[in-house]
């Protein structure tokens, strides 16, 4: 039924759209023949003036005039040529001719009757201008949609049914929406108990951890049908018509219902509402009449609106309150069990090695989101592939995630040897620092090859799930970020732009610790979201931002200066590293930790 309805929606527009192009077409058309009519009477030369003293004169031989034109066809005496004269008055040069006919000067006056179709030409074609302006707009309207959007699936059209067996690694989530499954194949038990009906259920979750995915299982699992709208798609240049989006949107839905209402990415039109104009106001009157959609569902109605966002804050708080979205839940990353069952829900219908272990690629994985993971496997098949192997290994499960992390790596590019020493220290650093610090996880490759946008990587183990991160941890990463500059400075004497983005990640982390989590003994325990109240930093006056600005620098720089002290008294180490990378250009974990065992 839904895909029906988009298909003729979609020969609708269609039609439509040739229809205005014929329009235009004729306009343009009757344009043209109307320029090409005038062209072929062209011939003014011959003033008014000119015309009455050929009258005087009494060479005229005829004059021509169609009635309600201005324009008269004179014909001299002893000339072939027509010639056009522009009459300014017709009525009193009518008058003229009848006087001097009276007085005895003989003057060949007709008189036609006026053609229509000439007329309705001339009439369509000075409204021309507006009837292309008008149907553009029609047009534009069309294309906006103020016709249905929204897709629907339902059990007889939806092309891949998905059901709670084909999401992974959300079983805390999946328990949650069980309820909402139930209530949707038996409300009248609910209803029955005095239970209200749950209007709206909001996803909160970082992009790729699985909401839509979960959202279509739920309406899988009820097997009712499952419109779905991207709040982008209620963003109109012209006011109104996302409001009157949203008022289709649940048109539909009470035709179909019971039906789930899906609305992804909706801190696109949920967003706080403001007192400002223009495309603010726009986004107020959508919002407002999302509300009273929601406000206005009927207690029999089984119509429960699922939405998504990975920016809850932004919400407006009167979409949050109980009886809109009375439950939300928030879809965290996997942890080690959730990760390997994604893996084996996307390594289906691949072929792999005997020797592939998921359960070694999800504990390397930590952090990472559902869609992540797919990629990894994807990434691999493609690349199993083109080099032509009958099944996928775990080398190119390395090289898919050191190309999906890292960045695609670049064999061919020309690198100076200069360049490559510097890039050999400066890996060599991260890597040394990290290894003396307490709290970093271990290293598991070093790389001098460029992959991406960096000459070269050190990359770590991530093979533990953490809920929190403490102020020593953040500290040492500090430390291991500026390994890189301080290797640099202490083995070449000089530093370069190689550690630009190790000095944007550690100033992002030093920011965090003093306004987020209220890490600095000096500045105190406070919080500040400028996401979420702009003026927040303003509200604490300039005195406190400079201390803020001073304690982030503090922290940065003292990380820095403890980086060189461990080098310092580890430069045989740095040296020997860095050698073994410019040789080898790839260093395993096994190769490190042997060279520093021997140290």
């Known amino acids: 039924m839904g895909l029906k309805n988009n298909d003729n929606n979609k020969k609708s527009n269609i039609a439509f759209i040739i229809g205005v192009a014929i329009i235009i077409g004729l306009a343009l058309a009757g344009i043209l023949f109307f320029m090409n009519y005038n062209k072929k009477n062209d011939n003014k030369d011959f003033s008014y003036t000119e015309l009455l003293t050929s009258i005087n004169e009494g060479t005229i031989e005829k004059i021509e005039m169609t009635e309600g034109s201005n324009t008269a066809k004179v014909k001299l005496v002893n000339e072939d040529k027509e010639k056009n004269v522009l009459i300014p008055s017709v009525d009193s040069f009518i008058e003229l001719v009848q006087n001097k006919s009276e007085n005895g000067t003989q003057i060949n006056l007709i008189q036609k009757e006026r053609n229509v179709f000439i007329t309705i030409l001339r009439t369509l074609i000075s409204f021309l201008p507006t009837i292309i302006l008008v149907v553009l707009v029609l047009m534009v309207f069309k294309m906006q949609g103020l016709g249905e959007k929204g897709k629907v699936y339902d059990s007889e059209t939806q092309k891949t049914k998905i059901k709670f067996d084909d999401v992974a690694g959300l079983d805390e989530e999946k328990q949650e929406m069980i309820e909402i499954v139930d209530f949707l194949k038996h409300p009248k038990k609910f209803t029955e108990m005095g239970a209200k009906v749950p209007r709206g259920v909001l996803l909160c979750g970082n992009p790729g951890t699985g909401k839509t995915l979960i959202a279509k299982a739920i309406a899988g699992e009820a097997n009712v049908p499952f419109i779905s709208m991207s709040g982008s798609e209620f963003i109109e240049m012209f006011a109104g018509l996302g409001a009157s989006r949203v008022r289709k949107l649940f048109e539909k839905a009470r035709k179909v219902a019971p039906c789930i209402v899906f609305i992804d990415e909706i801190d696109a039109i949920g967003s706080r509402r403001t007192s400002s104009s223009g495309a603010e106001t726009e986004n107020n ?123 695609l790596e670049k064999h061919n590019r020309v690198i100076s040897e200069k360049d490559k020493k510097r890039t050999a220290v400066h890996e060599a650093g991260h890597a040394i620092v990290s290894h003396f610090l307490e709290t970093q996880k271990d290293i598991k490759e070093i790389s001098i090859i460029p992959r991406g946008m960096a000459g070269g990587y050190t990359m770590y183990k991530s093979n533990e799930d953490k809920a929190y991160i403490s102020k020593t941890e953040m500290e040492e990463k500090l430390i291991a970020l500026m390994g890189g500059r301080a290797a640099e400075k202490l083995a070449l004497e000089d530093i370069s732009t190689g550690a630009s983005n190790d000095l944007e990640v550690a100033n992002e982390i030093a920011k965090n610790m003093v306004t987020v989590y209220g890490m600095s003994d000096i500045v105190g325990p406070i919080h500040i979201n400028l996401e979420k109240d702009p003026y927040q930093l303003e509200l604490l006056g300039d005195k406190y931002t400079d201390l803020i600005g001073k304690e982030i620098k503090a922290l940065v720089d003292d990380a820095y200066l403890k980086a060189q002290t461990i080098l310092a008294n580890h430069m045989d180490a740095l040296e020997v590293v860095s050698n073994e990378l410019l040789e080898r250009e790839v260093l395993s974990a096994e190769r490190f930790e042997e060279l520093m065992a021997n140290m």
């Open 285 to 407: 009157q959508t919002l407002n009449q999302l509300l009273v959609e929601m406000d206005g569902f009927d207690t029999e109605e089984s119509i429960i609106v699922l939405a998504a966002t990975n920016r809850p804050e932004m919400l407006d708080k009167a979409l949050l309150r109980p009886g809109r979205f009375d439950r939300q839940i928030t879809v965290g990353l996997p942890d080690l069990n959730g990760r390997e069952a994604i893996l084996n829900i996307h390594a289906k219908g691949k072929k792999f090695a005997g020797d592939v272990n998921l359960r070694s690629i999800a504990e390397d994985t930590a952090g990472f989101t559902g869609a992540e993971l797919a990629n990894i496997l994807n990434e691999a098949a493609i690349i199993a592939t083109i080099r032509e192997r009958e099944s996928i290994t775990n080398k190119d499960i390395e090289d898919a995630l050191k190309k999906i992390t890292v960045g």
